[in-house]
């Protein structure tokens, strides 16, 4: 059980905790070395994003926030960027990021600040008795981060009762309908032989949201595993790689690609032969088609091949997902021949040169 999760008739012990909280916080300040850790909440802080000096808090927020969750002041009633908001999306705390309320626990309560009838589970945000400004009130602060968010009071209009008056800035909003995460994301389709090689390989890859095989390049439409396999549909294998450019880039995925293929067999990678299994990159803009260039060129200008380079360069027009069965193949047939002989070893290589770009590392 999280301690700082106190409901109302502890309210004595919890006004102790955030006592104690705020004089860790400011010996923090002070001191860098030392930490919360004495009272035994130190597994659901990140001390990195809050154990922070002034200084620096007023240099990570706007001065309004700072104002909000560092001075405990309120915002002008009427005035809050969130007041009259209805979108879908998850409300954050501005200091430290921490989820604390839905747009489903928001109600209108014409107060003039935004209102909140529940919160999200899991003790994120404190409760204790407030008697500044004359008034006996009960004051809502972050756990993580001990920022004023603002009061509860017991007059809310819903079945809980309760209502969380909050300042808009002490929130910061992440849009279910606009998530900008997943706008960031970019695309990129390569071939470099049999897919399941491939695959296996950016799979691995930190930064890499998912890696899927399919076929590109050929004029058939919907073409089938066999029909590619015969040669005659222009489709390559290719494997469709989703990926956070914030994390790797496309450089970085081009590296790792030109490492584990050879890029100088013309429609061949080993012992598999035919166009389908030729080297391509099926570039989506000019952005993409001109990463591709600069890294074959310097590839080429350092000698890395003695062969010349014979990737296509095409642009995309459509991928088709390859049967269910060719997913994730390697992950799920590591006993197979062509698995141990082919994929293994590159998979071997991968790990060699590449350790610090995989996941869990
Ligand atoms: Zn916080």
Known sequence: MNLLYVKKPQKMKNTLILILLFVA?????CAQNSSSKNLGITDSINPSQVNLSEQ?????????????LREKGTEKPFTGEFYLSKEKGTYKCAGCGESLFTDDMKFESHCGWPSFDKEIAGGKIIQTEDFSAGMSRTE???????????HIFNDGPTETGQRYCVNSASLTFESKQNPTKLSMLDTLTIGGGCFWCIEAIFEELKGVKSAESGYSGGSTLNPNYKQVCSGNTGHAEVVQIIFDPTIISMEEILEVFFTLHDPTTLNRQGADVGTQYRSAIFYRNKNQLQIAQKVISTLEANKVFTDKIVTELSPFAKFYAAENYHQEYYELNK?????NVVIKPKMDKLH??????????
Do not use: R
């Not at 916080?25 to 300040?29: D, E, I, L, P, R």
């Not at 990570?60 to 909000?68: C, E, F, I, M």
């Open 25 to 29: 916080f400011f010996q923090t300040s």
């Open 56 to 68: 620096e808090w007023k240099k990570k927020l706007s001065a309004q926030q700072y104002y909000v």
């Open 140 to 150: 809502i602060t972050c756990a993580k981060c001990g920022g004023h968010i603002g």
């Open 335 to 339: 006993e197979e021949p062509y698995c």
């Open 352 to 361: 060699k040169v590449f350790a610090e770009k995989l996941k869990n590392k």
